[in-house]
């Protein structure tokens, strides 16, 4: 084995690995807005923000407002020779809840819905506190863990580009109208793009460790 | 470039936040994520995702995604084509969508990973980044091809105009929305520090 070899005893606080490709990294304080990387693949390590926490919060609120406006107002509405339906959010997960696809019908909800939500709640738990300079509230790694985890299948910038592909699809056949809920959704896609831009993991991670 | 990395120096990095813990810790103080150092067996669950995801890829392309029936006339709609029926509509930007999210971004994830699955350990390879970036364009692009299944979904609850024009799911949507997530699930299994560290100078 080649490298210093760090006794049993020695603090190790000071030091990041690269979470993508092991290097080792001293973590020094940065001024704000400066972003360190990692020497050898490039990943962000670290991208400490003068109130970035604030306007993460203040971004996941937005979201779960316009989401839970995009759950109760109609979605969209089709009409061909005088037959007209209404579709919500709920009821585009709900058109596989018949039979053997039930499953999918749970599936498209928790992606499209539910971990949006949930994430957005989970992130103004961990940083409300973190943002006026208190300490973490419980449980909050959990929290954040969560949010990490969970990121991949919060799906719902790809529903809108389905339902912009669903709406050509129709386009033949009926006359489709946006209901306010599409709007919502297309302005909470943005909010999500805005968040997740705003402020690096280890600087999230460093101040729920900080007791 | 020869960069020391935690595992060099007998330690362990967590993946999830950063911080570098003693060998014998088994999980991260900070963040309460798993450690483990990097090894190879990770790429079994690599694999195992994969197969299940190309099993359930299958019969995705081969049963029907959509049923229409207009004016009692019905007509079964499998991915393909579905795609090659909007191209015939002239609908061509939506007709490459649908066609880049449900048969090329599947398939290439399917090559991507099993390409940076059988290259670790590859001694002769210069630097990692490339495979890197692979990995990081998987793990980006692959959510997209659940697009399909958000368009089945959509068409299904809005076009129920009785006798006129009605939608329904076929069971492809099903097999289809497996197959995504296994794919998923087998590029988010790959430990990325392994494209550095191969298998051979693990054993060391
Ligand atoms: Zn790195
Ligand atoms: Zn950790």
New binding site residues.
């Given amino acids: 084995m080649t490298g210093p070899v760090f006794q049993q005893d020695q603090d190790l606080s000071g030091l990041i690995a690269?979470p993508?490709?092991?290097?080792l990294h001293r973590a020094e304080e940065l001024a704000d807005g400066q972003r360190a990387r990692?020497?050898?693949?490039?990943?962000v390590l670290m991208w400490p923000r003068e109130g970035a926490f604030l306007h993460v919060v203040a971004f996941s609120f937005t979201g779960m407002i316009l989401m839970i406006g995009a759950i109760f107002f109609p979605f969209l509405e089709i009409a061909a020779r005088g037959l007209s339906h209404k579709s919500s959010i709920f009821g585009v997960a709900m058109a596989f809840s018949d039979g053997f696809l039930a499953p999918l019908a749970f599936a498209v909800l928790t992606m499209i819905v539910a971990l949006p939500i949930f994430r957005f709640a989970a992130l103004i738990y961990t940083l409300w506190p973190l943002a006026n300079g208190r300490p973490a509230y419980r449980h909050a790694a959990t929290a954040f863990r969560l949010v990490q985890e969970l990121q991949p299948w919060a799906m719902a910038e790809i529903f809108i580009i389905g339902t912009a592909v669903a709406l050509v699809k129709i386009g033949g056949l009926a006359t489709v109208s946006l209901g306010p809920a599409f709007w919502a959704f297309c302005v909470l896609i943005i909010v999500i793009a805005l968040k997740n831009s705003f402020v690096s993991d280890w600087t999230i991670w460093k101040a729920i460790g900080q007791k | 470039m020869n960069a020391l990395t935690a595992t060099d120096a007998g330690l362990v990095g967590c993946t999830r936040c950063g911080l570098v813990w003693h060998q014998d810790e088994s999980h991260c103080g900070r963040c309460g994520a798993h450690l483990h150092v990097v090894n190879s067996h990770g790429l079994q669950a690599v694999w195992a995702w994969w197969i299940a995801g190309l099993v359930f890829y299958i019969p995705a392309n081969l049963l029907p995604m959509l049923v229409t029936t207009t004016l009692g006339h019905a007509q079964k709609n499998t991915i393909v084509g579905g795609a090659i029926e909007l191209w015939k509509h002239h609908n061509y930007g939506v007709a490459l969508i649908v066609f880049g999210a449900s048969i090329m971004i599947p398939i290439g994830k399917f090559i991507a990973v099993a390409y940076l699955a059988i290259t670790v350990g590859n001694e002769n390879r210069r630097g990692g980044a490339p495979h890197l970036h692979m990995l990081e364009v998987v793990e980006f692009i692959g959510r997209w091809s659940m697009i399909d299944v958000f368009v089945v979904a959509i068409l299904s609850a809005l076009v129920q105009l009785g006798f006129v024009a009605s939608i329904h799911p076929g069971p492809a949507a099903a097999s289809f929305a497996l197959s995504v997530a296994f794919t998923m699930l087998s590029a988010q299994s790959f430990d990325p520090r392994l494209i550095w560290r191969g298998i051979n100078r693990e054993k060391r």
Avoid: F, M
């Fill in positions: 690269c993508r490709c092991d290097v990692c020497a050898r693949c490039g990943t």
